[in-house]
């Protein structure tokens, strides 16, 4: 009887370290992401968000000036840098609490695979190259290690400081202008909207990354136009 009660008060104990030591870890990891903040990887315009696209969208895309220098978030070590069919250029960075970063749709690759980088390092350039419409930089984060169904994939946002850093940039494209959004109505057309705030088609689909000229009513997409 006192082996099964030794045995029983055991068991307890074991349960209870393990689920305490659960909660501990829980609190730490927390508390890292938490304590996370990035400066963006790129000055530009946001234009799409992470889980958009029926969820499909992994991460959050950045229109800037082609040719503009992309910058390493945090150090780390380039895990990947080649060319995809739907990534275009893009290098895969990870860091030391075990995150990955991803820089996608670049003109020009910076950065070797196995390259150590500290953070503000330029691992490329602003492109629209791969799956892109428009020059931006698409960027995801993972908890852990990418993988092809993205399972660790995070929003970005909730690691980069306050977006207005992002979007209030003093770039030749985008200098003195503001973001104004429009609802698709009845006969909407790309052209027409082009016409009408006197941009272009290929600028309309950048900035707001679509695949393709279908618009539907009652879409909302992003212009920019000249401060007055």
Same mark, same amino acid.
């Given at each position: ?8 008060? !055991? ?13 501990? *870890?829980?609190? *730490?990891?927390?508390?890292? @992401? ?16 992470? !889980? ?15 040719? %503009? ?6 150090? !780390?070590?380039?895990? &990947? ?11 895969? $960075? %990870? ?20 390259? %150590?980088? #500290?953070?503000? *390092?330029?691992? +490329?350039?602003?492109?629209?190259? !791969?799956?892109?419409? +428009? ?8 908890? #852990?290690?990418?993988?092809?169904? @993205? ?10 400081? #306050? /977006? /207005?850093?992002?979007?209030? $940039? ?6 003195? %202008?503001? &973001? $104004?959004?429009?609802?698709?109505? /009845? ?6 909207? *082009?016409? @009408?705030? #006197? ?6 689909? +950048? ?11 009652? /879409?909302?997409?992003?212009?920019? &136009?000249?401060?007055?």
């Amino acid at each position: 009887m006192k082996k099964v009660l030794m045995l029983f008060l !055991g068991t307890l104990f074991v349960l209870s370290y393990m689920a305490n030591s659960d909660i501990v *870890s829980a609190k *730490s990891s927390t508390k890292v @992401k938490e304590e996370i903040k990035w400066d963006w990887p790129v000055e530009g315009m946001l234009t799409d968000h992470f !889980g958009t696209r029926e969820g499909s969208h992994f991460g959050v895309d950045i229109a800037a000036e082609k040719g %503009k220098e992309i910058r390493v978030v945090e150090k !780390g070590t380039i895990t &990947k840098s080649y060319y995809s069919d739907s990534y275009g250029n893009v290098i895969f $960075v %990870k860091h030391p609490n075990g995150m990955e970063t991803l820089y996608a749709h670049m003109s020009e690759r910076l950065a070797e695979e196995g390259e %150590k980088v #500290d953070k503000g *390092s330029i691992i +490329g350039l602003i492109g629209n190259t !791969g799956k892109s419409r +428009g020059d931006h930089l698409h960027f995801e984060v993972h908890m #852990d290690e990418w993988n092809i169904n @993205k399972t660790n994939a995070v929003d970005p946002l909730a690691y980069l400081t #306050d /977006q /207005q850093k992002a979007v209030n $940039v003093n770039t030749p494209h985008i200098e003195n %202008k503001e &973001k $104004v959004a429009i609802t698709i109505a /009845q006969g909407d057309t790309l052209w027409s909207i *082009s016409q @009408k705030y #006197d941009v272009s088609v290929d600028e309309l689909i +950048g900035w707001n990354d679509l695949d393709s000229n279908l618009i539907i009513v009652g /879409q909302t997409l992003y212009v920019l &136009k000249q401060k007055i």
